[in-house]
């Protein structure tokens, strides 16, 4: 199935719908095409997302080091031995815990989950082969 020409898609009103009712219509040699199904909608909005992550990566970082990953990894490992720490720390006071390290565990952990987001959205955008990575062969 081809990916549909969005630039050439026009927003056609039907005379026998409603106002509310709008299809997605291509013309291709003058003839209307049918409108498209939920499923073709989202797999040609999936690419183009795709080639705008493609462009935007590009212009943004172009070409991952693998240290650059490395260092990543070793940030994320680091906080996640500080998180373990205070908490075994805080355990073993057997008082109460306090408001600044109730603040300063939530504080590690936020930064855990955005480090862990990103990394993750790395990887992915590395499987996709939508980033370069120095020394790594496409698939």
């Known amino acids: ?3 549909i020409d969005f630039i050439a898609v026009r927003r056609r009103q ?17 003839k209307a095409q049918p409108p498209l199904t939920a499923s073709q909608f989202t797999r040609h909005v999936t690419h183009i997302i795709e080639d705008e992550m ?11 080091d693998p240290r650059e ?7 994320l490992a680091e906080l996640k031995g500080k ?7 805080i355990a073993s006071n057997r ?11 939530r504080s590690t952990r936020v930064k855990i ?6 990394y993750n959205e790395l990887n992915e955008a590395i499987a996709s082969q939508l980033v370069e990575v120095r020394g790594v062969v496409k698939e």
């Open 83 to 89: 998180y373990i720490s205070m908490t075994l720390t």
């Open 14 to 30: 039907d005379p026998s719908k409603s106002e509310d009712s709008q299809t997605f219509t291509s013309e291709k040699g003058g």
């Open 1 to 3: 199935m081809s990916v």
């Open 113 to 118: 989950q955005e480090l862990e987001a990103a």
């Open 54 to 64: 493609r462009r935007s990566l590009k212009r943004h970082v172009d070409v991952i």
């Open 69 to 75: 990953m490395i260092d990543l990894a070793k940030m």
């Open 95 to 105: 008082t109460p815990m306090t408001d600044a390290e109730l603040e300063q565990l």
